[in-house]
Each structure stands twice: as C-alpha cells, then as structure tokens.
C-alpha cells in the first residue's frame, strides 16, 4: 500500500475513488459515463444539489449565503473577491502569512488599496501573527490565510475583527466547524481537503453583491453564478462530482466535528514524534502547527536525499517540503488513515536507529 503526503493535487478516500471510478465507466441511472454526460441533465442536476446541500449541512451555511462550484482554483480568488467587493477607493485588509496571502495581496491591489496589517515574514512565515485587538473598521474586508500549505502553520482560532472577514481555506476546508456567519467569503480550491483539482468552493453572502461600480465580466461576477446556480457555463462535471463524493464520505464519518478528532490523532502522533526524535526538528512551535501540513527538518541536511530514500522504501511518498522551505512536508488532510501516518513514524525511528 502507498501512502500518499502529497500537497495537492492530494490523497482522496478509497471508497470515493471506487465510486468515481466506477462512475466513470458506468453510471447506472443513466448506462453512460459520468465524463460524458450533459451538465443539463437531471442526473447532474442531482448532483449540483447534492453537493450544495451537503455542504450546507457539513458547515451548518444559513440561506443568505450562496455556495458556488467555480473554475480558475483558488487563485482566481485571489482577484475575484476584490473585484466583486472591493471599491477602488476603498482599503482592504490583508494578513500576509506566507506565499499565498502574498499572491491574494498583489491581486487585489488591481482594484483598491491594500494594506497588510500583520505579517509573520520577519520570522520566515512560522507563525500566525496576533490581531486581536485591532481596530479594523475603516476597512472594507480583512482577508487570512487559515491554513498555509507550504509553510505548515494554521489558525487555531479565528480572530475576532469589527470587519468583513474573508477567507482563504483551500487547504483545511472541512476539517473542521466554524462560524460561517462570521465571515462573508470563504473559497477553496478543491484539490488539498475537497475533491479532485478542476473546482473551486465559494460560499459567498449575497448581500456583499452588486455593491461596486466597476463593470465585471460576467464569469467573473459572482452574481451570475448565483443567478444559475454555478450552471451559467459548462460546469467541471467530474470534479464536482468527486468533491460530493467527498463531502458525502465527510459525513458519513460524522461531519467536520469527527473530522477534528481523526485530524488531531494523527497530527498529534507526528509532531510528537518529531519532538522526540534527536534527528528532526519542526521549526512550527505551539497553536500555529498545522494540523493538515506538517513541515519538518532534519537538523543534519546532508542526510535529506536519504531520509527521502528510506520514505520510498516504506511506501512513503511526496514528503519532500516545498522547494521555498526545504526539510520536509506531511499533508495529513482528512482523508489519511491513522494507519498511514503511524508508518511514517515507524520510517523516522528506523531512520534515527540507523544514523543516531
Ligand atoms: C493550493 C492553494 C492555493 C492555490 O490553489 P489553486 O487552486 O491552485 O489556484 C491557494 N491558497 C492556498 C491556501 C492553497 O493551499
């Protein structure tokens, strides 16, 4: 068995993959392939609302929120949620933590001003910065990052901010609850803790719409999607799909709140072992660990390409870190076994056995 680290594109359960696979080839209500079916038909159109209501359910989202299935990743976020929200001459907030809040940052000061209010930069991105307490009612929203993929750090609690809040989750999207009435846009890109690469989740409060002047191309105004229920182009009709699949599955686990506890065993059961092992250490201390990306270092670099080796060796695969951070990286998103991380751990033993 491989056991699957990879950032993203990332690991799916197995029992969504049967499914999908299955579905590819044969869709039993419909004797066709799922890939070759129309985005009209009332089989999709089943599936559109499965994956809407389920995610509703999932996140507990009240009906003045709209919940969108976009294309263009997490990245065409980064310039939609301005251009749909930000006046030109308004100011937005941003909260710098790293490589993506830098991108969503350079984005949307196409549109307004932008100013960082925080920024964990100075310690080479290894911690969340503290706001608590700041006045930031001049500005229109304050953007955050609440898990950051490439540096391994998270927010373990949501400030509290006297503004709009907006939302960066690509990568701990259902992993766990939260107060979505806190927050007015929160997206992600399907492919770490949702689904397949192809979609992009938005849940969108409607009454932030339709309040800037600017004229928007109409894919790229949220407004038409929440008009056609995502449905105005050809929608991404097999990642859709799988991310339903997925949700499902996130459910039938016991939602996001089960999804806690299984998240927190295995991050707990690595970062233990990270502490304890003389050959590693993690640069990420306390509350700001991630629990979806691990990030760690061997103390002796020279002996990376082999602690890469012995990985493979075990079955362990796509641990090498990000190339901006070195050391290494464990995505431990919803979908990981306990199993799988209790290999890594039995890998990193032998490895210090053998070098200690
Ligand atoms: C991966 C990632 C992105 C970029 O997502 P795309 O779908 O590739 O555009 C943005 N933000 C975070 C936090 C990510 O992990």
Not at 168 to 175: A, C, L, N, T, V
């Given at each position: 068995m491989t056991h699957n680290f990879f950032a993203g594109p990332a690991i799916l359960p197995q029992e969504v993959l049967a499914k999908a696979s299955a579905a590819a080839r044969n869709l039993e209500e419909m004797g066709l392939s799922i890939l070759e079916i129309?985005?009209?038909s009332d089989f999709f159109k089943g599936v559109m609302d499965d994956a809407v209501n389920t995610c509703k359910r999932l996140l507990n989202i009240p009906d003045d929120y709209a919940v969108l299935f976009l294309t263009g990743g997490a990245s065409s976020q980064f310039y939609m949620v301005p251009m749909n929200i930000?006046?030109?001459d308004e100011t937005a907030a941003y909260v710098d933590t790293g490589t993506w809040s830098t991108k969503a940052i350079k984005e949307a000061k196409m549109f307004g001003n932008v100013e960082?209010?925080?920024?964990s930069k100075e310690d080479n991105y290894t911690s969340i910065p503290n706001i608590d307490g700041?006045?930031?009612?001049?500005?229109r929203y304050l953007h955050i990052t609440s898990n950051n993929t490439i540096f391994?750090?998270?927010?373990?609690e949501f400030p509290e901010v006297n503004t709009r809040l907006v939302c960066?989750?690509?990568?701990?999207?259902?992993?766990r609850p939260f107060?979505?009435?806190?927050?007015?846009v929160v997206y992600a890109g399907?492919?770490?803790?949702?689904?397949?690469?192809g979609t992009t989740l938005v849940i969108v409060?409607?009454?932030?719409?339709?309040?800037?002047?600017r004229p928007i191309p109409t894919m790229l105004n949220y407004s038409t999607h929440v008009a056609k229920n995502s449905g105005?182009?050809?929608?991404p009709v097999f990642p859709i799909y799988v991310s339903m699949l997925t949700m499902q599955w996130v459910e039938k686990q016991g939602g996001v709140t089960a999804m806690v506890a299984r998240n927190s065993e295995k991050a707990d059961a690595l970062y233990a072992e990270i502490d304890r092992n003389a050959l590693f250490t993690a640069n990420i201390n306390g509350q700001d660990r991630s629990k979806m990306n691990v990030t760690f270092q061997l103390?002796?670099?020279?002996?990376n390409d082999a602690f890469l080796t012995h990985c493979k060796e075990h079955n362990?695969?796509?641990?090498?870190?990000?190339r901006s951070v070195g050391g290494f990286r464990a995505?431990?998103?919803?979908?990981?076994?306990l199993d799988s991380v209790k290999v890594l751990v039995q890998a990193m033993q032998s490895f210090e056995s053998h070098h200690a």
């Open positions: 129309s985005h009209r930000l006046k030109s960082t209010i925080a920024s700041m006045d930031l009612s001049q500005y391994g750090t998270q927010y373990d960066d989750m690509s990568s701990d999207i259902f992993s107060d979505v009435t806190k927050f007015d399907a492919q770490k803790n949702m689904g397949p690469a409060k409607k009454d932030i719409l339709d309040k800037v002047d105005f182009n050809t929608h103390k002796n670099a020279d002996l362990l695969l796509g641990l090498k870190g990000h995505s431990i998103y919803n979908a990981m076994e």
